[in-house]
């Protein structure tokens, strides 16, 4: 399995501050993905990143990946007390038979104090 | 709108009462999938469908039976839950398998008791 693995398992900050989260795996990949879980509701796509990419910005978010340390970042800039949640990275990697799997990681909590 | 619904949201059953969680997307995707998420667990692919009656086993998929007769809807199938089984499910979608943005449904909190 290429199970992301977060760093740090939860992590608290005040408004307005950046927020980074980082991402580790074990074998090769062909594209990590970041997702946002509010309190227990559904994942939230925020940004895919293939793995022929080092980094790839959308709004305050901003991913890098190098697959010689086989590891992501995810920053998040200038944080608003909505940017409360737990955060997923997901690896995809070649599964066999045509098929890719996605697997998760157990998420950093970000808190967002106002 | 675009979207992955699943029924019920909550649900509380015995042990041995067999049940049945059903999910339904509305974009025509290809790949469905069936998670759970537990404490400390993460998030765990129980069956995928790569297209209509086409299922395999993800990781976790003991004690669970999946179909796929039309390509819009995915039931997630307890034959005889167990206590083990009590989790938060999550269905998803999405155009390729597995190599794509995954659509999630808001959530099944299950509690076998």
């Known amino acids: 399995s290429q199970q992301g693995e977060e760093d740090p398992q939860a992590l608290s900050i005040q408004e307005g501050e950046n927020a980074t989260m980082n991402c580790s795996y074990k074998t090769s990949i062909n594209n990590l993905q970041w997702y946002r879980q509010n309190s227990g509701r559904g994942l939230v796509h925020l940004i895919l990143?293939?793995?022929?990419?080092r980094e790839k910005h959308s709004g305050r978010l901003r991913v890098t990946l190098d697959t010689s340390k086989k590891s992501s970042s995810l920053l998040i800039t200038a944080s608003r007390a909505a940017d409360t949640a737990s955060y997923f990275c997901?690896?995809?990697?070649?599964?066999?038979?045509?098929?890719?799997?996605?697997?998760f990681g157990k998420g950093t909590k970000l808190s967002v104090i106002p | 709108e675009a979207q992955v619904t699943q029924n019920p949201r909550y649900l509380i059953t015995v042990t041995g009462k067999k049940l049945t969680v059903t999910c339904s997307q509305n974009?025509?995707?290809?790949?469905m999938s069936w998670y759970r998420q537990d404490p400390g667990l993460g998030l765990r692919q129980i069956y995928y469908s790569m297209n209509v009656e086409v299922t395999d086993k993800g990781d976790v998929p003991e004690g669970y039976k999946v179909s796929r007769k039309e390509k819009r809807n995915f039931p997630l199938i307890l034959e005889s839950p167990s206590p083990n089984q009590t989790s938060l499910y999550f269905c998803?979608?999405?155009?390729?398998?597995?190599?794509?943005?995954?659509?999630f449904g808001p959530g099944t909190r299950l509690t076998v008791l």
């Open positions: 997901a690896t995809s990697g070649y599964s066999g038979a045509g098929s890719y799997q996605l697997t």
């Open positions: 998803a979608s999405s155009w390729a398998a597995g190599a794509d943005t995954q659509y």
């Open positions: 974009m025509n995707h290809e790949y």
């Open positions: 990143i293939r793995s022929n990419e």
